[in-house]
């Protein structure tokens, strides 16, 4: 069982940033995809950001060229890079961990853009 721990969410003002991060309990952490999911209310939970083992990225269209996603695999940490954010970005953030058939998810954290 691997355990994730997202951090680093709360209220910031439009245009503003924040840095997500999501630690790992696995000494594996280095073999798995790694991915950033959110969901806001009354809506289906969606992907934002990946980063796989190999350190390939692929970020959702709705946050392109203002999230960044990157992992530290000494630190056994992912995290997500918020810019320019705005308040449709508002959701809870859940980092997610894949590898073969298993699949874990963290307990999410808040972001919140409003002024």
């Known amino acids: 069982q691997v355990q994730l721990v997202e951090s680093g969410g709360g209220l910031v003002q439009p245009g503003g940033s924040l840095r997500l991060s999501c630690s790992a309990s696995?000494?594996?952490?280095?073999?798995?995809?790694m991915g950033w999911y959110r969901q806001a209310p009354g809506k289906q939970r969606e992907l934002v950001a990946h980063?796989?083992?190999?350190?390939?990225?692929n970020i959702a269209d709705s946050v392109k060229g203002r999230f960044i996603v990157s992992r530290d695999n000494d630190k056994k940490t992912v995290y997500l890079r918020m810019n320019s954010l705005k308040p449709e970005d508002t959701a809870v953030y859940y980092c997610?961990?894949?590898?073969?058939?298993?699949?874990?998810w963290g307990q999410g954290t808040q972001v919140t853009v409003s002024s």
């Open positions: 997610r961990a894949s590898w073969g058939s298993r699949d874990y």
């Open positions: 696995t000494l594996l952490f280095r073999v798995y995809n």
């Open positions: 980063i796989t083992s190999g350190g390939d990225t």
